[in-house]
């Protein structure tokens, strides 16, 4: 990115994640990500609601969530009625990509202070009756699952996206018990991280019913994160094939939440006073076969190093999506990395895996990192199905 405007993170903020039918449940896609967006806004004071001039925002499972869920969360959220929206679907990638595209635009001029993030209830996703439209004439109906329809079925081999991650396990050599492993160690990290609060200055706390009659609650952490069972999760049986090695525990579980972030140009920092968190210098976008999307981090992390102009040896520290523990771990391997320095406050194993809102979090996430572990250049890369990723790299100022 040299010669190119710079572009800041001036501030983070994400919901709790909530597990499926959980917490969170009861609160919408729109409302979560409203929240989120509210927050990041209002940790930044020298700026307005009404300061913010474009908002990109990932969702992929918008079906009954009314029209542009991007602007519904917006106008949520308290932003004026004229800023500009656009809802991003790039699957799991899509919060990091919106990212990006709020990058280019300051980039470019079009903007100087960008909301951009993603949002997520897997727990409100619809089922979905084809057949009600022309009529069905004769015999019995089925519902079919919105959510695993529309995020997490391969499009081309119809297939359930943990059969892809039963071929990056076969591909890459990738036992049962290795990912066992890794899963236990991410779910330790993410404890260990929560119990000393490290999250606390990422999470906007979220209040919800507390049942009738009852008080109100507000849901300030995580909740998979507590759920470890490391003795029964070396028991449990494979999923997707017989004999297989992906599990529902070593996978990310579903759930719901939101992330957002607040970008800003250099000129837009300097004229209020900001201090902002984190520098952006580079991204990259990759594709390779559908089926072996499991691995695409694998390619687009390196076009991000080198689109930010350093050298992967310059990497402090870096966020890998753990759509499945063998995601990370065959990335890992693929990309020669140092496991100790790969989500090392734990990954969306143990803190969840809200679809559209993965890639913001993960970038959130990464500047927690890198202000605890005192490190100064981080890379976030996320796996999407249909065979993509997205990657970006970011550098502390904190």
Known sequence: ????PPVYIVSVARTPVGSFLGSLSSLTATQLGSTAIKAAVERVP???????EEVFFGNVLSANLGQAPARQCAIGAGLSNTVPCTGVNKVCASGMKAIILGAQTI???NASIVVAGGTESMSNAPHYLPVLRNGAKFGDQSLIDGMLKDGLTDAYKKEHMGLAAELCSDDHSISREEQDAYAIATYQRAQEATAAGIFSKEIVPV??????????VQITTDEEVKNLNAEKMKTIKPVFKKDGTVT????????????????MSEAKVKELGVTPIAKILGWGDAAREPERFTTAPAL?????????????????????????????????KLLGLNPETVNVFGGSVAIGHPLGGSGARIVTTLT?????????IGCAGICNGGGGASAIVIESLQ
């Open 1 to 4: 990115m040299s010669g190119l």
């Open 300 to 332: 687009a992390i390196p076009k991000a190093i080198k689109h930010a102009g350093i050298t992967e040896k310059d990497v402090d520290f870096y966020e890998i999506n753990e759509a499945f523990s063998v995601v990370a771990l065959s990335n890992i």
């Open 46 to 52: 020298q700026i307005k609601p009404d300061d913010v």
């Open 107 to 109: 980039i470019t001029g």
């Open 207 to 216: 209040e919800v019913s507390g049942g009738r009659g009852k008080p109100a």
């Open 248 to 263: 529902a525990a070593n996978a990310a579980p579903l759930n719901d939440g939101a992330t957002a972030v607040v970008l």
């Open 368 to 376: 927690t990192v890198l202000r605890e572990k005192k490190g100064k």
